[in-house]
């Protein structure tokens, strides 16, 4: 869901980066439980796909969140210059671009149990005929 802010729904919250969980580990959890599933835990595929959702998730709980954080604090330095700065009416950077490590864990998890989900029903309908 949107965040809540101003008294109106932010429908940016529903498709921009941050939040919780994590999407973007939702997602390469999910594709690489999937290429274990499809290509087997122990091939290349797989671990092509583990490396990949590492580097994402150390990513969106590194890099990202501290660069959210340094918008942050310069966010409130540009709110408090003078009405005459000429960067007074700059408009605000980004906050919410990464991840903590809470919202990364649930984002795995929800790939997880996502992927999972989806081979089962796969293999209940391959079953059926």
């Given at each position: 869901?949107?965040?809540?802010?101003?008294?109106?729904?932010?429908?940016?919250?529903?498709?921009?980066?941050?939040?919780?969980?994590?999407?973007?580990?939702?997602?390469?959890?999910?594709?690489?439980?999937?290429?274990?599933?499809?290509?087997?835990?122990?091939?290349?595929?797989?671990?092509?796909?583990?490396?990949?959702?590492?580097?994402?998730?150390?990513?969106?709980?590194?890099?990202?969140?501290?660069?959210?954080?340094?918008?942050?604090?310069?966010?409130?330095?540009?709110?408090?210059?003078?009405?005459?700065?000429?960067?007074?009416?700059?408009?605000?950077?980004?906050?919410?671009?990464?991840?903590?490590?809470?919202?990364?864990?649930?984002?795995?998890?929800?790939?997880?149990?996502t992927s999972v989900i989806s081979c089962?029903v796969k293999a209940a309908v391959t079953?059926?005929?």
């Amino acid at each position: 869901m949107g965040r809540y802010q101003e008294s109106r729904w932010d429908v940016k919250q529903l498709i921009g980066s941050g939040g919780m969980p994590s999407s973007h580990s939702a997602t390469v959890t999910a594709l690489a439980v999937a290429v274990g599933f499809e290509d087997g835990f122990g091939g290349t595929s797989f671990a092509t796909a583990m490396i990949f959702a590492c580097v994402v998730m150390h990513d969106a709980l590194g890099v990202r969140l501290h660069a959210g954080r340094q918008a942050e604090v310069l966010n409130q330095i540009v709110f408090q210059l003078p009405a005459d700065h000429p960067l007074s009416e700059a408009r605000p950077l980004r906050e919410l671009i990464g991840h903590t490590p809470v919202q990364v864990l649930a984002g795995l998890i929800l790939g997880l149990v996502t992927s999972v989900i989806s081979c089962l029903v796969k293999a209940a309908v391959t079953q059926a005929w």
